[in-house]
């Protein structure tokens, strides 16, 4: 079955200092990953996601995300934190099902600290 | 586009009350999905529809909860007798997965502000 692990609740960073949000997947097949942000009392935002190409995926906001097939992991990252970064971040898988499901982590809390 | 809309942003109830939560697509999305997000759970996947039909409700908790989707432009998700344990934040997501008669092979999913529901 497909599944994401987010092994961090909690990220934090100090403003100016590069960021990174770990996930590793298991996937039956190419995996369809995605990231998605939550501000405070707010929906899930899309962020970014890697289909196939480069490992190197970049998307909103100054966000990238590095596919790491040989470690099955897709961590988000960003040169630079800023404080209005801080917001819940869930990674997510598509469902081997291919009927646009996703299958999402349980999300990692990032503060970023002026 | 509006973006997917959802109503009301915030239902307070009594226990044992009848609870429905509207949502309104993105127009010309063939999915919508109901999530429940809670502190304790985080976000659980409870029913989605494909072109107004039920896909997967495996996720959905007791026969208190049903959600239908009359048309492709509205659903709803009811609660019926409510609990205080059903208090949570409850997301509605829509996304294009064929456009055109083709598969975008998208599958990103645009989420709604949500409904915030507490349940006394």
């Known amino acids: 079955a497909q599944s994401v692990a987010q092994p961090e609740d909690q990220v934090n960073v100090a403003e100016g200092n590069p960021l990174t949000v770990k996930c590793t997947y298991s996937v039956s097949g190419n995996p369809y990953l995605f990231w998605y942000v939550q501000y405070p009392n707010r929906g899930l935002q899309f962020l970014l996601k890697y289909i196939t190409g480069d490992n190197l995926v970049k998307g909103s906001y100054g966000f990238e995300a590095e596919f790491n097939k040989s470690q099955t992991s897709f961590h988000l990252k960003k040169p630079s934190a800023l404080v209005s970064d801080s917001a819940l971040y869930f990674c997510?898988?598509?469902?081997?099902?291919?009927?646009?499901?996703?299958?999402f982590g349980q999300g990692t809390t990032l503060q970023v600290k002026p | 586009d509006a973006g997917v809309i959802q109503s009301p942003r915030h239902e307070v109830t009594e226990m044992g009350q009848e609870v429905t939560l509207r949502c309104k697509p993105i127009?010309?999305?063939?999915?919508l999905f109901w999530y429940r997000q809670t502190m304790m759970r985080g976000l659980e996947l409870l029913i989605y529809f494909n072109n107004n039909v039920p896909i997967d409700d495996s996720g959905m908790p007791e026969d208190r909860f049903s959600a239908k989707m009359p048309n492709a432009s509205f659903s709803t998700l009811k609660i019926q007798p409510s609990e205080p344990r059903d208090s949570a934040v409850y997301f509605c997501?829509?996304?294009?997965?064929?456009?055109?008669?083709?598969?975008?092979?998208?599958?990103?999913?645009?989420f709604g502000p949500g409904t915030r529901l507490t349940v006394l």
């Open positions: 997501a829509s996304t294009p997965y064929y456009s055109g008669g083709k598969h975008t092979n998208t599958d990103t999913q645009y």
């Open positions: 997510a898988v598509r469902d081997s099902s291919n009927t646009g499901k996703l299958i």
């Open positions: 127009s010309g999305h063939d999915y």
